[in-house]
């Protein structure tokens, strides 16, 4: 039995006594690598793993390389999630109550004096920093701080003045997402399942009927021309209001909606849908009239709950009309008269369509009604190629020959200015609810501050960033362009919670998103902080512009800061050593905020050779292929399954059942195996010592070739973080490599191994170690190592150790046996006898210049045939002319490395690799073996197999 905690808390200690992880600047090269802070508002469960030990693999693996790596970590006590907590505490919330005392094991005590946001923060702090350390994080923990440390507040008002300084946080009057119940804008961090509230601007058309306006939001201004009716759903009732002195009539939806954007609305009275069927409404800038048709996919909750038609255009319009032809029965006469009578009008010129496009897709899709689940897709594939491709027709006045791309925007101004149009903000994936539960709106929030995201060169400056620096996976690069793109003005200022007042409103406490840009500089001041060698009431702005962008005067910051000119210069020169990040990992659901803002902000803020390197993205985890929650009753806390599994399964769980960005799916079965396997390589570290003096045998030349590759390849996933795949790498390639290599040495009875194991476990244990790190440094002590495994190098590949032939000649091995044993399985015969046939000499000589001829990309077999036929050595082909296609397709089906390392080494003899069989299958099937050349005068050949050998492909016969 192996005792995980106390080898764990073993090797923790020791890196703790060594202080391996604290570093400082010096004469080797740095990498800072960080990682998204946590919100300590609950502790941690399996699936807040994921990011951290991705970070600590990849800071581990940067120290192995040769870098001074700083890894810090802070707690981001800013913003709602704490402060909803505690409301929640407050109003005796029995669900939130219960989880806490059963599957955290939160002492009453504590949870009593939750109500108060700081002890809810304080506690989980404690609890996830706990949680790190016996994870094994490689944490420089003399660097942690809070976000309501007034030093950090300090910092925090410096980057706000500088934004401001440079026009990048306005007042203004903006849309934002919004929690009418606790009056505060909110972000992904205040809503329920993370919810990012983004949003979509429509252009409200003001139709007129009446006295009344029926306004119909769209994304396609400049189609007003092709509207040929509007639809109403006949079973809503309308509101009629006042908006701003206009009358509307629009959805009570669209009303409390209409609230929002600043206007006035006074309800006045209701109508129903259906009363409006068959009205005649005026077409702005038209001077036309059209009708009102009933339609039943108008949905209430949508824009205003009334949709302009533009049948030619939009499938949805051209299908309903479609529709209700169709289903005459059920319409009044007057309706199927309106219906027959529109023409659609078509106002749009796109390459491959012709008059009615919406007709054609819709023929295209092979839809049938409006309840065919193809009519979205054909929606967006005509509205994306009439938007990139579509001109405008001569009946568009003014806007005639124009592409639609350019166009969109003007005709939204022109119609605006006319006063025929309105502006709805409308959020994407409603509804989104707030963390208290109300549903968040979109609102207009005037003279509040904001971030300026909409600035243009500040996105420019963002796009180049984001497409110098390293992403990975690379994939996701697009994914931070399309977010530069549509951020526009966020709120970066509430009226509660935690965190640094505005510094020049100090009504206002900066948001959680807006605070948590730039921290990573502030990690270099928080080692001083502590140390208590600068004071926060000291800290005046001159001191940030001193130490982070080299502003000013040293004596002149000295003494305004009441420190030494010295220490000032050594946390300047600590900084400018540490910066820029070298990487930045964090969870996809930040890629279109945290992450993108800390691109943003870094711009904004530091010189270009402080901007971020790299950003790293990584998926959710599930549990048993489920996402965690706790009613599903699958939350496993971080801190019991250490208890239970021990740090290193867990982290090696976590890691191998994905890739970067695909979701990770964590279950009990993987984390068992993987301390299983874990158990064993330790057993056998503790089974083979190094000595000298035994002569390496083919088997032990194929071993240490293996490791080599492995170490190459390991390194080349390592480099691009494809941690899976390194895993893949060290637990299961080099377990089967050493099983075979055992199955050999035992068949030959060797006993002279451990020397070779020895040398392959050493590299094996500490390619594990990033990984594993606790039980890597076990291992690597049995291994009889004195120093730390943590602080060994990376093994280096060695060219000179990988033997060609070697690996050529075990691999034929290992596939003849496989073939042995498959033939066995097939035929179901007791073998009695066992011979094996390689190919005759011309075989081998023409297989090489196929080899060659394939590598070039020549594989016309008639071709191959002649040039063999002409060459003396090979013109027995002739006699064989199907070895050649044959031998192609054997060369086609190895990887193309093998291909290119069989071509530059020497022809291996089969024969005698072959003989070595023997002591194998004794061992496998207690017969013996014999080996013939195919051009054996004395071989045994009932069956005249032999003629079928091929170089690598040697003919079995079993009897
Ligand atoms: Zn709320």
Redesign the pocket.
Known sequence: MTDWLSIESKWRKRWQDEKYFEVDPSEKKKFFVTVAYPYPNSPQHIGHGRTYTLADVHARFMRMCGYNVLFPMGFHYTGTPILGMARRIQENDKELIEAFRTIYKVPEQNIQEFSEPIKIARYFHQEIKSGMIEMGYSIDWRREFTTVDPAYNKFIEWQFRKLKDKNLVIQGSHPVGW?P??Q?P?SQH?TLGDVEPAFTEYVLIKFRYDKYIIPTATLRPETIFGVTNLWTNPDVTYKIIDVDGENWIVSAECARKLEFMDKKVILISEIKGSALVGKKVKIPERNEYVVILPARFVKSENGTGMVMSVPAHAPFDYQALEDIKKNSGSFEQDVLNSVRAINPISIIQTTGYGEIPAKEIIEKFKIEDQNSPHLEEATKELYGKEFYEGILKNNTNQFAGKKIADVKEEVKKWILQQKNADILFELNDGPIR?????ECVVKILNDQWFLDYSNKNWKKDAHSCINEMKILPEEIRNEFNHVVDWLRERACARQHGLGTKLPWDKNWIIESLSDSVIYMAYYILAKYVNKKQIIAENLEDEFFDYVFLEKGDVKKVAANCKITENLLESIKNEFSYFYPVNARHSGRDLVPNHLTFFVFNHIAIFPKKYWPEEIVVNGSVLMDGKKMSKSMGNIIPLRDAIRTYGADPIRLAILISAELLQDADFNLEAVKGIKNKLENMLEDCSKYKLNKGSNLQQEDKWLLSRSQQLVLETTSAMEKMRLREALHYVLYEFDSDIQWYLKRTNAKNRTDVSSTLHNVLSTRVAMLSPFAPHIAEEMWEKLGNVSLVSKSLWPLVHNEDIDSASLQSENLLKSTMDDIRNILKVTKIIPKKIIIYTSDSWKNKAYQKILSNVIKGEMSIGILIKSLISDKETELVKKDPDFVKKTINDILSEPIESRQAKAETNIIDEKKILSELDSLVQKDFGVNVQVFSESDPEKYDPKSKARTARPFKPAILIE
């Open positions: 929690c119940k606790d505060n909110v205040d707030c963390r208290c539960g109300a």
